[in-house]
Each structure stands twice: as structure tokens, then as C-alpha cells.
């Protein structure tokens, strides 16, 4: 078994499966690309907004808290 992966291991270390692999893959990526990008943005979008949200309980908990004291 590890023959075996050795083997598939230094057939794709051929530059010329390398370059054969690219060109079969080149299509797919091309057509993938954009959605890629799409959802990088809208996690960190998401991930802003859960930073917001948590630094506004912070300060509406340390207000609070201000708050209790004076009432």
C-alpha cells in the first residue's frame, strides 16, 4: 500500500502531470472563482457584525451596571 502511494506521489511531482493537471482544472476554478471570493465576503461581513454586536452588549452591560448604581 505505501508503494502504491509513493508511486501516485512521484507521478504528480512530473512537471508534465503538473502542467496537465492545471489545464484540466483551469475550467472548473475559473467557473468556482467568483463564488470563492462571494463567500470570503459574506463571512467577513458576518464576522464584523458579531464583533459589533458583541462590543454593544459589553457597553450596554457596563452601562447598566452605571446605571443600577445611580438609581
Given at each position: 500500500m505505501k508503494e502504491m502511494i509513493s508511486?501516485?506521489?512521484?507521478?504528480?511531482?512530473?512537471?508534465?502531470?503538473?502542467?496537465?493537471?492545471?489545464?484540466?482544472?483551469?475550467?472548473i476554478l475559473e467557473i468556482i472563482n467568483p463564488y470563492i471570493y462571494m463567500i470570503f465576503t459574506i463571512f467577513f461581513i458576518f464576522f464584523i457584525m458579531l464583533l459589533a454586536i458583541l462590543?454593544?452588549?459589553?457597553?450596554?452591560?457596563?452601562?447598566?451596571?452605571?446605571?443600577?448604581k445611580i438609581l
Amino acid at each position: 500500500m505505501k508503494e502504491m502511494i509513493s508511486s501516485c506521489l512521484d507521478i504528480f511531482k512530473r512537471k508534465d502531470v503538473q502542467n496537465e493537471l492545471k489545464i484540466c482544472f483551469k475550467p472548473i476554478l475559473e467557473i468556482i472563482n467568483p463564488y470563492i471570493y462571494m463567500i470570503f465576503t459574506i463571512f467577513f461581513i458576518f464576522f464584523i457584525m458579531l464583533l459589533a454586536i458583541l462590543i454593544l452588549l459589553l457597553l450596554i452591560l457596563r452601562n447598566k451596571q452605571i446605571i443600577t448604581k445611580i438609581l
